[in-house]
């Protein structure tokens, strides 16, 4: 949420947010560039994309034991003209193919294609790189004045086929001639999760975003919030380094994740409204560190699989707040990100779905707010406060030494989250912090909360957005980490790696403490003030 939506600061209202956040060997096909004779880091082959069962995990195995490549890295970004790009897909299955669309000012680039992980702390490993491929500057984007949303429309420059690529997240790195780089993030998606902890990488959200080409659903080109789409669509690069969200809001799990050794599984919000069965049998699904935009297909999804035994944990703040729709676009189904938000009554869409409003959850027609969900309420930014320990004794924090008003500094920002008496909440809801904190001069908390369901499946939500970027705390990764500290890093990974253990051996309800509900006795005070 941004700065300018004309929302009010109170709990169960809309609140504001500030505007912060080589020519290949097959030879010209189609328009592009078929990549055939590419070379590949240890990881080749021709497969169709199958994969017999039990086979990813296994991949998955004999890829960490993979040498890693610290060179991943972009060294200089250089201007935006450099070079930039997008693929046309944000998920493939492995040995699927996909496009990719450059403009370049350099004669020449390449793709290298690494896929994020442990490796030893290096966090990826180069799994193929392009032949060198002739560069081109690529035509300005068009504007779709009717819902402002920018497009490309670029001619495909190359082809990549993924046979050989293990399940993963991906950095696509684009080296131009010229020394410079950017990112194109791109999921190599399962096809199961079953037995597995599954990332939901929240690509909507990135989108959301993204102001390339000076339009985000943010802000118009002229930076105001009138101004600003109302649809985005997939079909542009992404600003600054091309994947920064997902550096700062998803890369420290995934590397965490992988370096556990636990059955992982790979997707996207977008696959999860596309195929429920993503989710059929999963051990757990993660929603990482900023994961606002949700289509409701999705949650209904992520809802059935937690009555149906899968554990979810909400590891950010301001998840599944936006109501959004998806649309078709040039290069697919899926590709536009449509919410009109506080000018949702002019979507011509509404019309004939009257409740179907790209707005927020929790506001009507057809009201459902998050927290029936997550447990936890979004409420404000921009905060910067300490994480205040509350249940010192839930098996969240087992080993991390800590006691009952133990605090970490800084680690509730930039958003936050908190239970809501007065909210649809599930019960019995157990609050293992309760963080304090002043949002814009006025008192409020941040909490940390727990349950679970007759499945048996757990529920965890950190409410607070900085909970992944803590896993890198007292690094040099991602700047100064907001101030946060190693002690601060070392506690919210002892407590991710439980939850991680805890997910991967079942539904939390079966196999740890059930909740103790405890929601009365720290909002005394808002139970004592409620109509009767």
Same mark, same amino acid.
């Given at each position: 949420?941004k700065?300018?939506e ?7 209202g ?6 912060f ?7 010209a ?10 070379h ?10 199958s994969t ?13 034991a ?8 972009i060294r ?25 669309y ?17 490796y ?8 193929w790189?392009?032949h ?17 949303t ?15 690529w293990?399940e993963? %997240?991906?950095? *696509?790195? !684009?080296?131009? #001639?010229n020394?410079?780089q ?5 999921i /190599?998606?399962? $096809?199961?999760a079953?037995g ?10 990135w989108?959301?975003?993204n ?9 118009g080109?002229?930076?105001a919030?009138?101004?600003r789409?109302l649809?985005?669509?997939?079909d542009?690069?992404?600003?600054r ?5 997902f ?7 995934v ?11 790979y997707?996207?919000?977008?696959d ?10 999963? %051990?757990?699904? *993660?929603? !990482?560190?900023? #994961?606002?935009y949700?289509?409701?297909q999705?949650?209904?999804? /992520?809802?059935r $699989?937690r ?9 950010g ?11 078709p676009?040039?290069?697919g ?10 000018d ?5 869409y ?7 409003p790209t ?7 057809g ?8 447990g936890v ?7 910067d406060?300490?994480?205040v320990?509350q ?10 030494g800590v006691?009952r008003?133990?605090?970490f500094?800084h680690l ?8 809501s008496?007065?909210?649809?909440t ?5 609050i ?5 904190l002043?949002c814009e001069?006025?008192?409020s908390?941040s909490?940390?909360?727990?349950y ?7 529920v965890?939500?950190?409410g ?6 803590a896993l ?7 700047g ?9 890093g ?7 790696e ?9 539904p ?11 929601v009365?006795d ?8 409620a109509?009767?």
């Amino acid at each position: 949420m941004k700065h300018g939506e004309g929302q009010d600061a109170g709990i169960s209202g809309r609140l504001d947010r500030r505007l912060f956040l080589a020519a290949a060997a097959g030879g010209a096909v189609a328009g592009g560039v078929a990549v055939a004779g590419c070379h590949s880091s240890g990881a080749g082959g021709t497969g169709n994309g199958s994969t017999p069962p039990g086979a990813s995990h296994r991949t998955e195995e004999a890829d960490r034991a993979r040498a890693a490549d610290s060179d991943w890295r972009i060294r200089s970004v250089g201007p935006p003209e450099a070079i930039e790009g997008y693929a046309d897909k944000v998920s493939v299955l492995p040995g699927e193919e996909f496009g990719m669309y450059v403009s370049t000012t350099a004669p020449a680039f390449r793709v290298s294609a690494y896929r994020v992980g442990w490796y030893d702390g290096a966090q990826a490993r180069l799994i193929w790189r392009s032949h060198r491929v002739p560069g081109s500057v690529q035509a300005h984007p068009r504007l779709l004045q009717v819902t402002r949303t920018v497009r490309a429309d670029w001619r495909r420059t190359l082809r990549v086929r993924t046979s050989g690529w293990p399940e993963g %997240a991906y950095l *696509l790195r !684009l080296d131009s #001639d010229n020394g410079h780089q950017r990112y194109v993030p791109l999921i /190599v998606r399962s $096809a199961s999760a079953a037995g597995r902890i599954v990332l939901m990488h929240a690509v909507a959200t990135w989108q959301a975003y993204n102001t390339w080409g000076g339009y985000s659903l943010y802000q118009g080109e002229n930076g105001a919030y009138s101004t600003r789409s109302l649809a985005v669509s997939f079909d542009r690069p992404y600003d600054r380094n091309g994947a920064e969200k997902f550096m700062v809001y998803e890369r420290a799990a995934v590397v965490l994740a992988e370096k556990l050794g636990l059955p992982l599984a790979y997707t996207t919000g977008t696959d999860i409204h596309r195929d429920p069965s993503i989710l059929e049998n999963a %051990a757990g699904a *993660l929603s !990482l560190g900023h #994961d606002e935009y949700w289509t409701p297909q999705q949650r209904v999804h /992520v809802t059935r $699989a937690r009555d149906a035994g899968t554990n979810v944990a909400f590891l950010g703040a301001n998840a599944c707040f936006r109501r959004v729709r998806l649309e078709p676009d040039s290069t697919g189904a899926d590709r536009v990100v449509v919410c009109y938000k506080t000018d949702y009554r002019n979507d011509p869409y509404l019309a004939d779905h009257p409740d179907m409003p790209t707005n927020d959850f929790r506001l009507p027609p057809g009201a459902f707010p998050e927290s029936s969900l997550t447990g936890v309420l979004y409420e404000g930014y921009p905060v910067d406060a300490p994480y205040v320990v509350q249940r010192s004794d839930h098996w969240l924090f087992e080993g991390t030494g800590v006691k009952r008003g133990d605090s970490f500094e800084h680690l509730v920002g930039v958003e936050y989250d908190r239970v809501s008496p007065d909210m649809p909440t599930p019960a019995p809801l157990e609050i293992i912090a309760h963080s304090p904190l002043v949002c814009e001069g006025r008192h409020s908390y941040s909490d940390s909360a727990y349950y679970t369901v007759p499945s048996g499946a757990g529920v965890f939500a950190s409410g607070t957005m900085r909970w992944v970027e803590a896993l890198m705390a007292g690094t040099r990764e991602n700047g100064r980490n907001h101030g946060m500290d190693a002690r601060t890093g070392a506690f919210v990974t002892r407590a991710t790696e439980n939850l991680l253990h805890a997910f991967a051996a079942g539904p939390c309800g079966r196999s740890r403490p059930k909740p103790r509900d405890n929601v009365r006795d720290v909002y005394a005070s808002a139970y004592a003030s409620a109509p009767r």
